[in-house]
Structures are given as C-alpha cells and as structure tokens.
C-alpha cells in the first residue's frame, strides 16, 4: 500500500506557473512499481487525468488544454512526482489530486485503475 500527500497548490494569477509535489510513503521498492498520475476536479465535474508517470520512463500527457503546458516528473530516490503547470489559465482552477496504481508500464489516463489516492491540493488561478 502506498500513501499520497500532495502540497504546493495556492492562489496563482493567470499566465504564472506553480509547482505541485506528490510525496509517497512507501518502501522505495514498491514506489519503484508504482504509476503515479494526476487528477483534477472541479465542482460539479468529473474527475479528470491530467498526467501519468510510470516507473519504467514513460509518461503520458492528457490531450486536452494542458498539453505543452503542463510536465510532469518524477524522483524515484525521493518517492516524489512533480505536475509543472505553466502559463496557467482560470480554466486550471481546480482541486489536483495524485494517484498511484501498482504497475510499472503502463501510464493509464483511467481512473478506474487507480486505488490510491491523495487528499488533494486547491489550485486557483486568478485574472
């Protein structure tokens, strides 16, 4: 079982960028097997994939909005996965969440595959 606790989320104006952080309480051995995502929600709204990262290197990007503004990245010696949200837009206000599933390969975007979750950090993106 691994444990999230996302930070780093706050109040950003439109067009700046912040950084969220995705630490994982885990043994190293099992973040080593770990995917971990992110997710963001909005009110009423589904929870939507924003990034996937795998431990074997592969990644995937949501094909939405955020693409080419958004990189996510990961620290396997610090059990940490990092969302760099650049450029952002009002659109980006939402609660972000990290996610972990245990597999190696595949960057899935399905949240149904993801057992693990964060509590969330708020993102607000103001004009």
């Known amino acids: 079982q691994v444990q999230l606790v996302e930070s780093g989320g706050g109040l950003a104006q439109a067009g700046h960028s912040l950084i969220l952080s995705c630490s994982c309480v885990?043994?190293?051995?099992?973040?080593?097997?770990?995917?971990v995502a992110w997710f963001r929600q909005t009110p009423g709204k589904q929870r939507e994939f924003v990034a996937a990262?795998?431990?074997?290197?592969?990644?995937?990007i949501s094909e939405n909005s955020v693409r080419g503004r958004f990189f996510i990245s990961r620290d396997n010696d610090k059990k940490m996965v990092y969302l760099e949200m650049n450029q952002l837009r009002l659109e980006d206000t939402a609660v972000y969440y990290c996610a972990a599933r245990d597999d190696w390969f595949e960057p899935t975007a399905s949240i149904d595959r993801y057992p693990y979750w964060g509590q969330g950090t708020q993102v607000t993106v103001s004009s």
């Open positions: 990262f795998t431990s074997s290197g592969r990644t995937t």
């Open positions: 885990a043994s190293k051995l099992a973040f080593s097997r770990y995917t």
